[in-house]
């Protein structure tokens, strides 16, 4: 099969390669999936560039990354399945990574070993493409949401980098809680967020959210900018701070820690800032995927793809696309 191949961390312009390989072999309670479509996203480029060095201690593998076929979304066709959930041409989305989403699971080519606790069946009439743009984003974002903020009906919430792959379904997601929202990007992408349901939009580049004298329940801040001592300025004195976190790709300067540097200090003072929620408990992973597939299937939220997709063989391009920050929603690969 063809598959996108990375030996070693480094620059993805030199470490990805199209290769031939072997086809992947299913274990027991896995299928083998023809993959349609599959998404690009930063904890890829993250994985493939071994940047932080943290990610390698957690799983990614220490000198050289432990699987070598990178990606952790996909959408595609059950060629045969081990277990009891599918049958051979079930369509079937899903992210794959059995660690976390700063680890190569094996989707950037023609065919992946997926077990099937990790998998669903894609809602009726959702293209491949749309159906790889949901994952890893909507599964940062649920949490993030509900178990973080614990956003309720009737809160005003600030979602800022709301029209990037975490932002859109943050937007949504805080819609069907109730919650009336307020986007924050860039002014050509104010429509569709409005289109999304946002009550609010404001244009970054004329406006600073935590200058504006309005104060917000929650904040979801997905770029991670402002320091939090700025964005306090727009809570509510009980309000909540969810710091997503993005890196950047790497221009934040911090190799070793990434992201987790600038949210460590958060959850060590958290216990005296009732802005800050610390670390606290939600449902497992699969609950999660079960909520966000429901709400796919009853139409109350749905996957935004950004205009420009990519073949697999051009992979690097993709990330070079991403890196740009120009995208909206989600990149994605057919394959």
Same mark, same amino acid.
Do not use: C
């Given at each position: 099969m063809? %598959?996108i191949?990375?030996q ?5 312009r030199?470490v990805l390669?199209?290769r031939? $390989?072997?086809?992947?072999? &299913?274990g027991?309670g896995?299928v083998?999936?023809?993959v ?5 996203h ?7 560039n071994?940047?932080?060095y943290?990610l390698r201690?957690m799983?990614?593998?220490? !000198?050289? *990354?432990?699987?070598?076929v990178?990606?952790?979304?996909? +959408?595609?066709?059950?060629?045969s399945?081990g277990?009891?959930r @599918?049958? *051979?041409?079930?369509?079937v @989305?899903g992210?794959? &990574?059995?660690?976390n989403q700063w680890?190569?699971?094996?989707a950037? +080519?023609e065919?992946?070993a997926?077990d ?6 894609m809602p009726?009439?959702l *293209?491949?493409?749309?159906a790889?743009?949901v994952p &890893? ?6 949490p =993030? ?8 009906? !009737?809160q ?5 980098? %709301?029209?990037g792959?975490v932002g859109?379904?943050a937007v949504?997601?805080a819609?069907?809680?109730g919650a ?5 990007d860039a002014?050509?992408?104010?429509? #569709? ?7 609010h939009?404001?244009d ?8 504006i004298?309005t104060?917000?329940? $929650?904040?979801v ?8 001592s700025q964005?306090?300025k727009a809570?509510?004195?009980?309000g909540i @701070?969810?710091?997503? !976190?993005?890196?950047?790709?790497g221009?934040? !300067?911090?190799? #070793?820690l990434?992201s987790l540097g600038?949210?460590?200090p958060?959850?060590? $003072? ?6 800050l929620?610390?670390?606290r ?7 999660n995927?079960a909520t966000?597939?429901?709400l796919?299937a009853?139409g109350?939220?749905r *996957?935004v793809?950004? =205009?420009r997709? @990519?073949?697999l ?10 890196t &740009?920050g120009n995208?909206?929603?989600r990149?994605?690969?057919?394959v």
């Amino acid at each position: 099969m063809r %598959a996108i191949v990375q030996q070693e961390y480094g620059p993805h312009r030199e470490v990805l390669h199209l290769r031939d $390989i072997p086809q992947p072999v &299913t274990g027991p309670g896995q299928v083998l999936v023809r993959v349609r479509a599959t998404s690009v996203h930063a904890d890829v480029w993250h994985a493939v560039n071994g940047i932080p060095y943290v990610l390698r201690l957690m799983g990614s593998g220490l !000198g050289a *990354p432990r699987r070598h076929v990178p990606g952790t979304d996909l +959408a595609g066709e059950v060629v045969s399945a081990g277990g009891t959930r @599918f049958a *051979p041409g079930d369509r079937v @989305f899903g992210e794959i &990574t059995r660690n976390n989403q700063w680890s190569n699971a094996g989707a950037f +080519a023609e065919f992946a070993a997926v077990d099937e606790a990790r998998l669903a069946h894609m809602p009726p009439g959702l *293209p491949f493409e749309q159906a790889a743009a949901v994952p &890893t984003a909507a599964l940062i974002a649920l949490p =993030n949401l509900r178990d973080q903020g614990r956003v309720s009906a !009737g809160q005003r919430v600030l979602v800022n980098g %709301a029209a990037g792959a975490v932002g859109v379904w943050a937007v949504q997601l805080a819609k069907t809680f109730g919650a009336q929202v307020t986007a924050v990007d860039a002014p050509a992408k104010l429509d #569709l967020l409005k289109d999304l349901g946002a009550d609010h939009v404001i244009d970054y580049t004329q406006q600073d959210f935590t200058r504006i004298g309005t104060r917000f329940d $929650i904040v979801v801040d997905v770029v991670s900018q402002a320091p939090f001592s700025q964005v306090r300025k727009a809570l509510e004195p009980d309000g909540i @701070f969810v710091l997503v !976190g993005h890196d950047q790709y790497g221009r934040s !300067g911090h190799r #070793l820690l990434g992201s987790l540097g600038r949210m460590l200090p958060l959850i060590v $003072i958290s216990p005296v800032v009732r802005q800050l929620p610390g670390i606290r408990g939600g449902l497992p992973r699969e609950q999660n995927w079960a909520t966000i597939v429901q709400l796919l299937a009853a139409g109350r939220i749905r *996957p935004v793809v950004d =205009n420009r997709t @990519f073949p697999l063989e051009s992979a690097a391009d993709a990330i070079d696309y991403l890196t &740009t920050g120009n995208a909206t929603g989600r990149v994605v690969l057919t394959v």
